[in-house]
């Protein structure tokens, strides 16, 4: 006996009515009545199946046989070879005493039909059609509806089509009708074919679905009688749907298998009524027969290496022009699309299979092309990857030339391209967004063969592409040298006004988070270093509330670490000052931005944070101390008290020296710095071109394409203080001050008047805001800045 004979693979139908892969092995008969799947791999059992004389099996497609052994769950197994599956198909029919002609052994039935099926007499078990004529049509479809019903019925139905050639005959009156535009008969014929296909029968639908079928089925169905006029399915698929080959497909089989594939899901897609919850499994075998043709194309390309070999060589020679480049990605995508069908183990065999082709090398030219559609169709590509193995990539990416230029590598690639995302709701930049997220987490990156692999990718990212990500927040939140008559710097006192500018800055704020959240290091270095913390709570003044809230989020997910370097930070930075300023600004209004901030104060009550608690009260606490709608701010202070009498008394614990604390801090800053150190005035230069030349493809693309900013283009304009950031290893004392210390509050004339719009807000707001300016009095709804 051949060894790929009797080879098959073992599905179950889990509860999303999806077929599930359960392995590859060899099927045997034990003494004739149990069907057993021994796993090639490891020898161990994947089927151990009785073969029970009530238990109703299907024939399907030649090499399925298909069957249910109780209520919900349903097995299948597809064999290599056609002789395989007739031989284990002869077995069960001689254990049921059936024909193995037939496709299927018995329908399964209820208790009562089975008493009635076994009280009709032998030659009752056949349903006895009328014949095939124009002027018995409407019996005929009365007869279909009438059995749909009744499994019993709809099963000598079945087989009184099949044992008759039956539905060829009717396609050839279908023929005869639409010439003689018999618009009554065709309307029949409609509810015949749709009747039929609710039988739910593999054996009809093979009939149905032939090259010299399908077409009829799909005229038959164009005549809907509750129509004035009948589609066109036919001619959209005949003259509007193109078949494209990319490369030409020399396999007659493969290019029938993927006709009829697209014929039959439009069919179920488009022709067939949407099931109601009740039908769900009305046409489960359609959806089953879609999904094994499906299965079949994709092996049967991805065993073609000379195919696929051609089309990567095509997809990345330059010379290939855009027409056929963006066919070749279409391809790709689609590709990748039916892989889905496919369970993990053959999934894992079909990536593999495109990683050794050089899909990754690939894609990071073409997500680098011009071609706005070429680059939609490789991120998703690009999404198939990485939520398969984000692994491969990452390996992929660590293993990539080390070029001068950072731009080229395949993260930078994806970074820029979320970022010059041209759509106004920013879709594109949000799927890709999502997918760094993914490369960016530990939690997939704890397989024991890959021990080093968080500590590596999280370097290498760090140094190479995090300055590319930050690239546009710390452009919008650079200070400008706008007024020297006083000696001050003011700062950028509104940051991105631009609605579109602020939706990407929030993006780039949510992945910092999650990298305050889980790396912990490099993400604490790279805050130091670049005092990004202090540069992020500038957008606390934005008009845009959700932007604002977005800075203060990123602050309460390093708060929330408790970590005592971070609070150092804070507090020679300054930095709550911005945080309370908009509370102030913010007055009385309940909204969600007021809620946020008494939540964080909350907090580091809760949590008894002392430096920070200390820090609040002693420069805050007079600006603070009037709110009483909260007992927060008292709370702080209670705090503060306690610990002073504790401290008084010889008691406290929780403060070191300072000067021990700040050399500590200066050893482990340094500890790195030479790594971690990033030209940002060289980054922000690149990146200024990449983004102007970005500009100008697109225009050249569309006339009316939206406009990022005001220039078309971000904002990079750094001051000295935005050098001292990047060459210092010590944070800046703060990013809105001249002070030399910090607990010196800032003067408000050193901070943007700019309040940021609430939630909720109020009708008379921009009047009282007037008036405030005209009469300069403070109005009972706003409570003073710091510093005034």
């Known amino acids: 006996m051949s060894e790929t004979r009797r080879r098959v693979k073992v599905y179950t139908l889990n509860e999303d009515r999806q077929w599930e892969d359960r392995g590859t ?4 008969t034990l003494k004739d009545t149990t069907l057993t799947v021994t796993a090639e791999t490891d020898g161990s059992v994947l089927l151990e199946s009785k073969i029970k004389p009530n238990t109703a099996y299907q024939k399907q497609q030649d090499t399925l046989i298909v069957w249910s052994e109780a209520e919900n769950y349903d097995l299948a197994l597809s064999f290599q070879e056609k002789a395989g599956c007739d031989e284990i198909w002869e077995k069960i029919c001689q254990v049921q005493g059936k024909d193995p002609s037939v496709e ?18 032998e030659n009752s078990h056949l349903i006895e059609l009328p014949p095939c004529d124009e002027s018995r049509l409407e019996e005929i479809a009365e007869l279909v509806t009438s059995v749909l019903t009744s499994p019993i019925r709809r099963e000598k139905l079945a087989l009184a089509l099949m044992s008759t050639a039956y539905m060829k005959k009717l396609l050839e009156l279908f023929r005869t009708c639409e010439e003689s535009n018999h618009r009554e008969g065709l309307h029949h014929l409609y509810e015949i074919v749709r009747g039929v296909l609710f039988l739910n029968k593999a054996t009809l639908f093979e009939v149905m679905f032939s090259d010299d079928c399908i077409m009829d089925v799909v005229g038959c169905l164009e005549y809907d009688p509750t129509l004035v006029q009948p589609k066109r399915h036919r001619e959209f698929l005949t003259k509007t749907a193109k078949f494209k080959e990319v490369i030409p497909i020399t396999d007659l089989e493969l290019r029938q298998k993927i006709h009829q594939t697209y014929r039959v899901q439009y069919i179920q897609d488009i022709i067939l009524p949407t099931p109601s919850v009740f039908e769900e499994n009305v046409l489960s075998t359609l959806s089953s027969f879609i999904f094994f043709n499906k299965v079949e194309i994709v092996s049967m390309l991805q065993e073609d290496e000379k195919f696929l070999t051609e089309v990567f060589a095509q997809l990345t020679d330059e010379a290939t022009e855009e027409n056929k480049r963006r066919e070749l990605v279409n391809f790709f995508k689609e590709f990748c699309a039916f892989s889905q069908t496919l369970q993990p183990q053959n999934r894992d065999a079909f990536f593999k299979t495109l990683a050794n082709l050089g899909i990754l090398p690939a894609l990071e030219i073409v997500m680098g092309m011009e071609d706005v559609q070429v680059k939609m169709a490789a991120t998703d590509i690009f999404s198939y990857l990485v939520e398969f193995s984000p692994s491969m990539v990452r390996e992929f990416v660590m293993q990539e030339p080390q070029q001068a230029d ?45 021990k080093t692999e968080k500590s590596e990718f999280l370097s290498f990212f760090y140094k190479n592409c995090m300055h590319v990500l930050t690239a546009p927040l710390l452009a919008n939140t650079a200070e400008e040298n706008t007024d020297l008559t006083d000696g001050s710097a003011a700062v950028n006192p509104v940051c991105p006004d631009n609605f579109q500018t602020a939706q990407l800055l929030a993006l780039i704020l949510e992945l910092l988070t999650f990298c305050v959240e889980h790396h912990t290091y490099h993400i604490k270095m790279y805050i130091m270093n670049k005092d990004l913390l202090g540069r992020v709570l500038t957008l606390m003044n934005s008009k845009h509330t959700f932007l604002a809230l977005c800075a203060l989020r990123f602050m309460r997910r390093i708060i929330g670490l408790k970590d005592e370097y971070y609070n150092r930070y804070i507090v020679e930075g300054n930095l709550f000052e911005p945080v309370i300023n908009a509370l102030l600004d913010n007055g009385t209004r309940y909204n969600l931005l007021n809620s946020a901030i008494i939540e964080l104060f909350e907090f580091i009550k809760v949590e008894d944070i002392k430096s920070l608690i200390a820090h609040i009260v002693d420069n805050f606490y007079k600006a603070l101390e009037s ?79 939206p406009k990022r900013t005001s220039t078309g283009c971000f904002k990079f304009t750094f001051s000295h203080s935005a050098e001292t950031a990047t060459n210092s290893s010590k944070p800046p004392p703060s990013s809105s001050s001249n002070s030399s210390k910090a607990t010196a509050p800032v003067s408000s004339s050193h901070l943007p008047r700019t309040g940021l719009v609430g939630l909720v807000d109020y009708p008379d707001d921009e009047d009282e805001d007037e008036e405030e300016h005209d009469e300069e009095e403070q109005s009972p709804r706003k409570r003073p800045r710091l510093g005034s």
């Open 406 to 450: 950072d731009d080229v590598l395949l993260i930078n690639v994806v970074i820029k391209q979320m970022i010059c995302d041209s759509d106004p709701e920013l879709g594109g930049a949000v799927q890709l967004m999502g997918l760094l997220r993914t490369l960016m987490d530990p939690e997939n990156m704890l397989a024991p063969v890959n």
């Open 104 to 121: 299927i052994t018995q329908e399964p039935m209820d208790e009562s039909e089975e008493e009635r099926f076994e009280e009709m007499p």
């Open 25 to 28: 092995g060899h099927v045997d």
């Open 627 to 705: 709110i009483e709608y909260v007992q927060t701010f008292k709370g702080l202070k209670g705090r503060y008290e306690q610990e002073k009498d504790r401290q008084s008394r010889g008691l406290g614990r929780y403060r070191r020296e300072a000067r021990s604390f700040e050399e500590d801090e200066d050893m482990w800053l340094n500890e790195d710095q030479e790594e971690e150190d990033v030209d940002f005035d060289k980054c922000k230069t690149d990146y200024g071109k990449y983004m102007e030349s970005e500009k100008v493809k697109e225009s050249q693309d569309k006339e009316n394409h």
